[in-house]
């Protein structure tokens, strides 16, 4: 399998798929970059090459051809970040994208119009991604957030480019560092699994079994376990119908070493608002009418060790309701240990949902090793499937 530093662009056009689906205020402007500065470094080679980015994305979910999710929103946008004044093409196949395709000169970049207003792009219809595939000589995927989907673009196109496709550096660094959790992490690995739900996430707690040496089990999850082993949780969330499931997952756990750490207190309220009356109360005991929505300190100290102790860490769902301040304290406690660990050399991934939005909204982005910039796309990769996207340029 060829790298992005395997190929000289000089003289050829990278048809690159970006993930540009970045959110738009009111007056179409970006309020969240980081997907287009994360793809940037990916551009950037091609053209210190001396080659073309055409690149391709999908913005929203359009219904056919919407202005609303016009790719023209973002043009200011990708070329103050990029450094270059960005062409723009309102096609993303046919004679106007393939002309406009042809003209570009060495260190000019394309962006082609929304890939969805075509039904073609998540069908993953095979003519529509040969006419993508005219537009360039090399295929470059950089689109980690599309990975997990078979679309044109994300997959199909790739097979029109059987010696000269390569992953961009973001999706690149995205396999790596699932790479290092999960297979070549060192020693001890732990994963934090908070979030609301353990039905969403059976299939990855199954899958990092194998992997981990540590599990600390958070959030609303933590209430199934507790009542599967007789606790008392009173008003808090649980999956009464995943209780067999969480005594299985406690049993494998055992079986394969694995040590599991739960919240022994947690902080309950009286109602589901930030201005609820709070107890500190036994994770076991608590009494009807309340809730657990947060971590207690008793958790946080002992989860901290774990932190602490470990070289390799995976975090992914909060420990508690973060989005309210009173029970974001868990959360924020982790983020501290977990930018802790990291400076004193752990490796640190975060990824798939509100743990990446509780990183950023907390300030840690800068303190973890790295923060995945897809949300399915990583939680696929942690139930230990292989991606469509990422299957399609190691064939
Ligand atoms: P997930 O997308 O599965 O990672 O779940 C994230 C959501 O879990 C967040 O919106 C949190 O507010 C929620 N959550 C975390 N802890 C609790 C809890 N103890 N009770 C209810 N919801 C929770």
Redesign the pocket.
């Known amino acids: 399998m060829k790298t992005l530093n395997d190929f000289n662009f000089e003289n050829k056009k990278a048809l690159i798929r970006v993930d540009f689906n970045v959110p738009l205020d009111e007056n179409f402007n970006v309020t969240d970059n980081t997907r287009i500065v994360s793809a940037k470094p990916t551009i950037i080679k091609v053209l210190e090459d001396g080659g073309s980015c055409i690149l391709m994305s999908h913005l929203g979910r359009p219904k056919g051809v919407q202005d609303e999710f016009s790719l023209k929103h973002i043009v200011d946008e990708v070329s103050e970040i990029i450094g270059v004044t960005v062409k723009f093409v309102p096609e993303c196949v046919g004679p106007v994208a393939e002309e406009a395709a042809k003209n570009l000169q060495p260190g000019e970049v394309l962006l082609l119009e929304n890939l969805r207003y075509h039904g073609e792009e998540t069908k993953g219809d095979l003519g529509f991604s040969e006419q993508l595939a005219k537009l360039g000589d090399i295929y470059v995927n950089d689109a980690f957030g599309t990975a997990h989907r078979a679309h044109a673009s994300t997959t199909i196109v790739a097979q029109f480019f059987p010696e000269n496709k390569c992953f961009g550096y973001l999706l690149a660094q995205e396999i790596d560092s699932i790479k290092k959790v999960m297979e070549t992490g060192e020693k001890p690995v732990l994963a934090v699994l908070?979030?609301?739900?353990v039905s969403?996430?059976i299939t990855i707690i199954e899958n990092i079994l194998d992997k981990v040496d540590h599990l600390i089990i958070g959030?609303?999850m933590?209430f199934t376990f507790i009542k599967a082993q007789g606790g008392q949780v009173g008003d808090?969330?649980c999956e009464d119908d995943k209780m067999d499931l969480a005594l299985d997952i406690l049993k494998q756990a055992k079986e394969k070493g694995v040590k599991v750490h739960i919240p022994v207190d947690v902080v309950a309220a009286n109602a589901f608002s930030n201005d609820a009356e709070t107890q500190i109360v036994d994770v076991t005991a608590i009494p009807d009418g309340w809730?657990?929505?947060?971590a207690g300190p008793k958790s946080i100290e002992n989860f901290k060790k774990v932190v602490m102790e470990s070289k390799t860490i995976l975090w992914?769902?909060?420990?508690?309701?973060?989005?309210l301040p009173t029970f974001a304290k868990g959360t924020i406690a982790l983020g501290d240990a977990i930018a802790d660990a990291t400076k004193a050399g752990a490796f640190s991934l975060v990824g798939g949902?509100?743990?990446v939005a509780a990183v950023k909204q907390f300030g840690f982005e800068e303190k973890v090793s790295y923060v995945s910039t897809g949300g399915g796309a990583m939680l696929e990769s942690l139930e230990g499937k292989t991606l469509p996207g990422i299957a399609a340029i190691l064939s």
């Open positions: 908070g979030g609301a739900k969403s996430k959030g609303g933590t808090s969330i809730q657990g929505l947060d992914n769902g909060p420990l508690g309701v973060f989005e949902g509100d743990s």
